[in-house]
């Protein structure tokens, strides 16, 4: 629209990390508030049905994408690696809402920055990348940023941690596989069949505790979807804005995002070692994505020498 292309032309003359920096905490908070609302129809509303209809919603919205162009981007001869995919997006996702249930929003934020050296391990084992001893030096401060988090054995553990770790390794293992069909697949395909399998895995095991939203939950469960959505949205476009160092430099602005919300919300407010831990597991990140991005510089310019 027209009248918004004053306020565009600004935001795009802004620095690329304030525009990183805008758009990562839109993303963290639609994040939280899906989780928010979540938990708060969990008593009368199972999660699995939450993430059935949190599913359904998603893939409505991906249904122009899907069907433009003739239905391309729904032809592939990956089906059975997309069905596969569809297990381990689903789990994550509700094992990141159950969660919810037991530990601060804060706490899951705080755990969920351990994505990246996570992934960073996976790559090394699974598809064979290289592992050079800074990666090692990386991943060896993210634990340690984790079990600040965590801290085992000077706190009971609870169910939550337990669900959000999983949920994270389960994410991991969903990078992994983007990562390996980003090679011969498009973006919007790869979107697109994770919401076709997610759907029906969801559908079939929100039959067995299914109970019908009332009018206001049923609201409720379309916000939720489109939060999901709006989380999406705003990660892609933060990467856009900067550089991924930048990016997961400014991706600890989630914390106090969810922190505030998990306070007005639940009353909430994570303890000082999550702080602590979390800035570690950040600062871990930054050193991981910074070197990799030396790397592929030192590559692009090595390729870019005539022989």
């Not at 306020?7 to 905490?25: E, M, Q």
């Not at 997309?82 to 705080?110: E, H, K, M, N, Q």
């Not at 914390?255 to 800035?279: Q, T």
Request: charged fraction near 15%; charge should be positive; aromatic fraction near 12%.
């Amino acid at each position: 629209m027209k009248i918004f292309q004053p306020l565009n032309k600004w935001f795009d003359s802004l620095p690329g990390a304030v525009r990183a920096g805008f758009w990562i905490t839109c993303a963290g908070a639609f994040f939280t508030g899906m989780m928010s609302i979540a938990r708060t129809l969990s008593p009368e509303l199972s999660i699995l049905v939450v993430v059935f209809f949190r599913a359904s919603f998603g893939l409505m919205f991906l249904l122009p994408t899907a069907f433009a162009n003739g239905g391309a981007r729904l032809r592939t001869k990956k089906l059975s690696l997309y069905a596969v995919r569809g297990i381990s997006a689903y789990l994550s996702v509700t094992f990141f809402f159950i969660a919810a249930t037991y530990i601060p929003l804060g706490d899951i934020a705080a755990i969920g920055f351990t994505r990246p050296f996570l992934a960073c391990i996976a790559a090394i084992l699974i598809l064979g990348e290289l592992a050079r001893s800074r990666r090692w030096i990386a991943i060896g401060i993210g634990i340690v940023g984790a079990l600040i988090v965590i801290r085992p054995g000077f706190q009971e553990m609870n169910p939550g941690i337990l669900f959000a770790i999983t949920a994270v390794l389960l994410s991991v293992c969903n990078s992994i596989m983007i990562k390996y069909l980003s090679r011969t697949e498009h973006p919007d395909s790869i979107a697109i069949y994770q919401a076709v399998f997610v759907a029906p895995y969801a559908l079939i095991v929100a039959l067995f505790v299914w109970t019908t939203p009332n009018l206001e939950q049923f609201s409720w469960l379309i916000l939720i979807g489109a939060f999901g959505a709006l989380t999406q949205r705003a990660l892609a476009r933060s990467f856009h804005a900067a550089d991924a160092t930048v990016v997961i430099t400014l991706d600890f602005l989630r914390l106090p995002v969810a922190a505030l919300i998990g306070l007005a919300v639940f009353g909430e407010w994570p303890i000082i070692w999550v702080w602590v831990g979390s800035i570690v597991i950040i600062a871990s990140s930054f050193l991981l994505a910074k070197k990799e991005a030396e790397d592929k510089e030192v590559n692009k310019q090595a390729s870019d020498v005539p022989s």
